[in-house]
């Protein structure tokens, strides 16, 4: 009968820490190269040059259909192979995932921007507004104010995602609590830790999106 | 041509939408300070029409001439540049039937938006300018308010000062009561009256035929992507020459009789 024994996650508190901090940091930045990313792709989507919109397809796709594993571990070890780019592990990892989640982002994006009426487009060039402008006040707005649960849904798995940092031995909470594991032989009670860790943070976002998705279904 | 200078000229006009030929040879003049009324049944292309005068739709072939901005379609067609698009369009006002407010602005937010950023004009002088037009569709009270707390038709009066906050040459109206419960048609034919009274040169299309009568100096009849009849309102409304003028009107009307109102 195995003995649980939490006491010894006492003596890792500052490792898991740290690793919190990293991940937290790491969900932030490439929440923030996702949705540029994201942004740009969809923008592209949309365009009425077929270039660019193959180009962004493309993109997309090959984020999309592959592994994130596959893609860190590519972006880390096959980019200076191939094209000489050399990265840090934390630059290959940042790229990476900011593309996945950039993929998934500009497909929210792209559906947010066509979801909202045409006669909106209409009244704002009508107005003398050029595309760009009527895109950046009249129609983004909206449609962020619509796609915002499902941009938030996919930031919650881009949380989860950043533990697959720790194959490139980025220090992020999943790496420290490897390193706790291996060093107390106590590897069922840290990964629990870390468990609850992702829990604790996700949890109330969760509850915040389901609340946000509930009023503006309230609202329309 | 009469004295007055024409303010909008469209000449030999044809658009098609895939197999569809919607607008087939459409010449049309619209004077200065000219009220232009555009009936026809669903499907006669009269919308279509009203949205090639600001290019929301793009003509094939023809010329369309509003103020002293012409511009060519046809097989030499230059490609339209965005920001020439946009500079005559600020120049035409146009106000749709589904109203086509910006939900996420408040009422003064709407009116001020595009002489903000298209115009440049300074904030302040946009709010004064805003709310008296406001003012004039009886709608300064409700500047602080969305939208959607408005009813329908002041929702349109608003859109319909959305557009003037502009200043346009001319004003374009797309069937504007025809999403209104019957009761609030008036308000918003009110408003349009005020502005036919200013001097103001509009075209109207419209399914209110004792407004078009009362309202419009000159009555275009189109079907199927052609005008068939065209003239002075009370005359070609009450004694119309061809006959598909004279079916359509007495769905609406009874011909001649002038104090008949509109139950469509």
Same mark, same amino acid.
């Given at each position: 009968?195995? +003995?649980?024994?939490?006491?010894?996650?006492?003596?890792? @508190?500052?490792?898991?820490?740290?690793?919190?901090?990293?991940?937290? !940091?790491?969900?932030?930045?490439?929440?923030? /190269?996702?949705?540029?990313?994201?942004?740009? !792709?969809?923008?592209?989507?949309?365009?009425?040059?077929?270039?660019? @919109?193959?180009?962004?397809?493309?993109?997309?796709?090959?984020?999309?259909?592959?592994?994130?594993?596959?893609?860190?571990?590519?972006?880390?070890?096959?980019?200076?192979?191939?094209?000489?780019?050399?990265?840090?592990?934390?630059?290959?990892?940042?790229?990476?995932?900011?593309?996945?989640? /950039?993929?998934?982002?500009?497909?929210?994006?792209?559906?947010?921007?066509?979801?909202?009426?045409?006669?909106?487009?209409?009244?704002?060039?009508?107005?003398?507004?050029?595309?760009?402008?009527?895109?950046?006040?009249?129609?983004?707005?909206?449609?962020?104010?619509?796609?915002?649960?499902?941009?938030? &849904?996919?930031?919650?798995?881009?949380?989860? &995602?950043?533990?697959?940092?720790?194959?490139?031995?980025?220090?992020?909470?999943?790496?420290?609590?490897?390193?706790?594991?291996?060093?107390?032989?106590?590897?069922?009670?840290?990964?629990?830790?870390?468990?609850?860790?992702?829990?604790?943070?996700?949890?109330?976002?969760?509850?915040? #999106?389901?609340?946000? +998705?509930?009023?503006?279904?309230? !609202?329309? | 041509?009469?004295?007055?200078?024409?303010?909008?000229?469209?000449? @030999?006009?044809?658009?098609?939408?895939?197999?569809?030929?919607?607008?087939?040879?459409? &010449?049309?003049?619209?004077?200065?300070?000219?009220?232009?009324?555009?009936?026809?049944?669903?499907?006669? /292309?009269?919308?279509?029409?009203?949205?090639?005068?600001?290019?929301?739709?793009?003509?094939?072939?023809?010329?369309?001439?509003?103020?002293?901005?012409?511009?060519?379609?046809?097989?030499?067609?230059?490609?339209?540049?965005?920001?020439?698009?946009?500079?005559?369009?600020?120049?035409?006002?146009?106000?749709?039937?589904?109203?086509?407010?910006?939900?996420?602005?408040?009422v003064?937010?709407?009116?001020?938006?595009?002489?903000?950023? #298209?115009?440049?004009?300074?904030?302040?002088?946009?709010?004064?300018?805003?709310m008296?037009?406001l003012e004039?569709?009886g709608l300064a009270d409700r500047a602080a308010q969305?939208?959607?707390?408005?009813? /329908?038709?002041q929702?349109?009066?608003?859109?319909?000062?959305?557009?003037?906050?502009?200043?346009?040459?001319?004003?374009?109206?797309?069937?504007?009561?025809?999403?209104?419960?019957?009761?609030?048609?008036?308000?918003?034919?009110?408003?349009?009256?005020?502005?036919?009274?200013?001097?103001?040169?509009?075209?109207?299309?419209?399914?209110?035929?004792?407004?078009?009568?009362?309202?419009?100096?000159?009555?275009?009849?189109?079907?199927?992507?052609? #005008?068939?009849?065209?003239?002075?309102?009370? +005359?070609?409304?009450?004694?119309?020459?061809?006959?598909?003028?004279?079916?359509?009107?007495?769905?609406?009307?009874?011909?001649?009789?002038?104090?008949?109102?509109?139950?469509?």
């Open positions: 009968m195995y +003995e649980w024994d939490f006491s010894i996650l006492w003596g890792y @508190r500052w490792l898991f820490l740290q690793g919190l901090g990293v991940t937290v !940091a790491f969900t932030a930045a490439t929440i923030a /190269g996702g949705l540029t990313i994201g942004m740009t !792709a969809a923008i592209c989507l949309l365009s009425r040059f077929r270039i660019l @919109r193959g180009i962004a397809l493309g993109f997309i796709e090959i984020f999309r259909c592959t592994p994130v594993l596959v893609q860190l571990i590519w972006c880390y070890y096959a980019l200076p192979m191939i094209a000489g780019i050399e990265m840090t592990p934390i630059t290959a990892s940042l790229l990476a995932l900011s593309c996945y989640g /950039g993929s998934f982002y500009a497909e929210i994006i792209r559906g947010g921007i066509v979801s909202i009426d045409v006669g909106q487009s209409e009244a704002a060039s009508a107005l003398g507004m050029p595309p760009g402008l009527a895109m950046r006040r009249i129609i983004l707005p909206q449609a962020l104010r619509r796609m915002l649960p499902a941009l938030m &849904n996919q930031s919650i798995l881009q949380f989860k &995602n950043t533990s697959l940092v720790s194959v490139l031995a980025v220090p992020d909470l999943v790496y420290q609590g490897q390193i706790a594991a291996h060093d107390s032989f106590r590897p069922l009670e840290t990964y629990t830790a870390v468990a609850v860790a992702y829990f604790a943070i996700l949890f109330p976002l969760t509850l915040y #999106v389901r609340s946000r +998705e509930r009023r503006l279904g309230a !609202a329309r | 041509m009469t004295a007055k200078a024409s303010m909008i000229e469209i000449a @030999r006009l044809r658009k098609r939408f895939g197999q569809l030929e919607v607008l087939k040879d459409i &010449n049309l003049q619209v004077e200065q300070g000219g009220v232009v009324a555009l009936l026809g049944p669903s499907g006669s /292309g009269k919308s279509t029409l009203l949205r090639c005068m600001n290019l929301l739709v793009h003509p094939d072939d023809g010329t369309i001439r509003v103020g002293e901005t012409t511009f060519r379609f046809g097989r030499s067609m230059e490609q339209l540049k965005a920001k020439s698009l946009a500079a005559f369009r600020s120049r035409t006002g146009m106000v749709f039937q589904s109203f086509n407010l910006f939900p996420h602005m408040s003064l937010g709407n009116v001020i938006e595009a002489p903000i950023h #298209v115009k440049g004009l300074d904030r302040k002088i946009a709010i004064d300018q805003a008296a037009q004039k569709v969305m939208p959607d707390t408005l009813s /329908g038709g929702k349109q009066r608003v859109a319909i000062a959305r557009a003037l906050a502009m200043e346009p040459e001319v004003m374009l109206f797309d069937e504007v009561t025809s999403a209104l419960d019957p009761e609030l048609v008036g308000e918003v034919l009110q408003a349009i009256q005020k502005l036919a009274a200013d001097g103001m040169t509009m075209v109207i299309v419209t399914h209110e035929i004792p407004f078009a009568r009362d309202v419009a100096d000159r009555v275009v009849f189109m079907r199927d992507g052609y #005008v068939v009849e065209e003239g002075p309102a009370r +005359e070609v409304i009450d004694t119309p020459r061809m006959d598909a003028t004279r079916t359509f009107l007495s769905h609406f009307h009874r011909v001649g009789d002038r104090t008949s109102t509109a139950t469509p």
